[in-house]
């Protein structure tokens, strides 16, 4: 099976702006995560997709959104830019749902985005 | 606030058993902990979880102490390949999921 795919895998933005990131997660898996990971905070839990509906939901700002369609591939969008905002943004499949009893997620390899 | 705390830093010598400690002293009595390690570039992959008893897999065992306030992570031999960085990371068991990460361990494996 392939891996979990992100794109693009690099992103220069300036700030204000608004960017959006796809996750095409393994065939078959039908929950996809997102993640922040800075030097600073280290990684961060965004929220996770469910069947098109979001399940869980970290601490971050509402101009962090996603949304997953019917093939299970998720985007991920951020408005309005900072520059706090530049980040390796990681998106992680799964079968089922976030489970703190197992269900082992497969990270893709992220998109690197940088905020001028 | 709960928090997860690991050592920046270990080092280990090849074909010698690692243990890679994290504490979580506000852990609830429902959270479970995972081990993720992510290597030079890539996303992170998982590497064992538990909730109270000591587990074991092909990878790695994870012993967790008796008061759950804290865990380790043990590599039986340490090659090359296993230098990454380390996450504990804790999960939640609540209807609404929370994981809190652990600022992770980068591990050495020296020749």
């Known amino acids: 099976k392939a891996g979990v795919t992100q794109t693009p895998r690099y992103l220069i933005k300036t700030r204000g702006q608004q960017v959006t990131l796809s996750c095409s997660p393994i065939?078959?898996?039908?929950?996809v995560s997102w993640y922040q990971q800075t030097p600073g905070q280290g990684l961060q839990f965004l929220f996770e997709?469910?069947?098109?509906?979001?399940?869980n939901k970290g601490n971050f700002p509402g101009r962090f959104s996603g949304r997953q369609f019917s093939n299970s591939r998720s985007e991920m969008n951020v408005s309005t830019l900072e520059l706090g905002d530049s980040a390796l943004y990681l998106c992680?499949?799964?079968?089922?749902?976030?489970?703190?009893?197992?269900?082992?997620?497969?990270f893709g390899p992220g998109t690197r985005l940088t905020v001028l | 606030d709960a928090k997860t705390t690991q050592p920046n830093s270990m080092e280990s010598n090849e074909e010698e058993p690692v243990h890679l400690p994290c504490n979580h002293s506000?852990?609830?009595?429902?959270?479970?902990i995972h081990w993720y390690r992510q290597l030079p570039s890539q996303g992170p992959e998982y590497v064992i979880h538990?909730?109270?008893s000591n587990v074991n897999n092909r990878m790695a065992s994870l012993a967790i102490a008796e008061d759950r306030k804290s865990s380790t992570l043990i590599l039986h031999r340490a090659t090359l390949r296993d230098a990454a960085v380390y996450y504990c990371?804790?999960?939640?068991?609540?209807?609404?999921?929370?994981?809190?990460f652990g600022s992770g361990t980068q591990l050495t494996v020296l020749p």
């Open positions: 992680a499949s799964s079968e089922r749902s976030l489970s703190p009893t197992g269900n082992e997620q497969f």
């Open positions: 065939s078959g898996h039908r929950s």
């Open positions: 997709y469910f069947s098109e509906t979001q399940r």
């Open positions: 506000t852990i609830s009595g429902t959270d479970y």
């Open positions: 538990g909730l109270t």
């Open positions: 990371i804790r999960i939640s068991s609540g209807s609404a999921r929370q994981l809190t």
